[in-house]
């Protein structure tokens, strides 16, 4: 039996194989980064650069604070004042998914009980993100992302 030779297509195959294989790996995880990419934040960055200061010092003016948290199948959120006292709002939207990608986002519609803002949620375990945006009577907004994390 004759013994078999390691030629320069041998080493070619391995070459193009290997180079091959990480370059493929590559294009793969690029395209799972772009496709699950939620897209842009504003639609104007200079213009919402232009605004950011005026905005700032608005919402520090109304002296709030917001946390979330989950209880008993609820999404709770706490918007309270400088003296944490509990804050009614007079309009509050809130957007509530994942940090990686937008497949579970959802808009719930939250009710205030006096305390806090709740809506029915099962939320899977993971790191969440609940951005909300509040305004208060005179239209002054109070936005805020706030991250939250569900043990399993």
Same mark, same amino acid.
């Not at 180079?19 to 496709?35: D, E, M, Q, T, W």
């Not at 946390?67 to 006292?85: F, M, R, S, Y």
């Given at each position: 039996?004759?013994?078999r030779q390691?030629t =320069?297509?041998?080493?070619l195959a391995?070459?193009v =194989?290997f180079?091959?294989?990480?370059?493929?790996?590559?294009l793969f995880?690029a395209?799972s980064?772009?496709k699950?990419?939620p =897209?842009?934040?504003v639609?104007? =960055?200079?213009i919402?650069?232009?605004?950011?200061?005026?905005?700032l010092?608005?919402?520090?003016?109304?002296g709030?604070d917001?946390?979330?948290?989950?209880?008993?199948?609820?999404?709770?959120?706490?918007?309270t004042?400088?003296?944490g006292?509990?804050?009614?709002?007079?309009?509050?939207e809130a957007v509530v998914?994942?940090a990686t990608h937008?497949?579970?986002?959802?808009?719930?519609?939250f009710?205030?009980d006096?305390?806090a803002?709740t809506?029915?949620?099962?939320?899977?375990?993971?790191?969440?993100?609940?951005?909300i945006?509040a305004?208060?009577?005179?239209g002054?907004?109070?936005s805020?992302r706030i991250?939250?994390?569900?043990k399993?």
């Amino acid at each position: 039996m004759a013994e078999r030779q390691f030629t =320069g297509k041998h080493a070619l195959a391995v070459f193009v =194989g290997f180079f091959g294989v990480i370059i493929a790996v590559n294009l793969f995880l690029a395209y799972s980064a772009v496709k699950t990419f939620p =897209g842009l934040e504003v639609k104007n =960055g200079y213009i919402a650069s232009q605004q950011f200061n005026d905005r700032l010092h608005e919402q520090q003016a109304l002296g709030w604070d917001a946390w979330a948290e989950t209880k008993g199948g609820l999404l709770i959120v706490h918007i309270t004042d400088e003296k944490g006292v509990p804050v009614q709002v007079a309009e509050l939207e809130a957007v509530v998914g994942r940090a990686t990608h937008i497949r579970d986002d959802f808009s719930p519609d939250f009710s205030f009980d006096g305390v806090a803002y709740t809506t029915p949620a099962t939320l899977g375990t993971g790191n969440w993100n609940v951005r909300i945006v509040a305004r208060n009577a005179e239209g002054s907004e109070f936005s805020r992302r706030i991250p939250l994390h569900v043990k399993g």
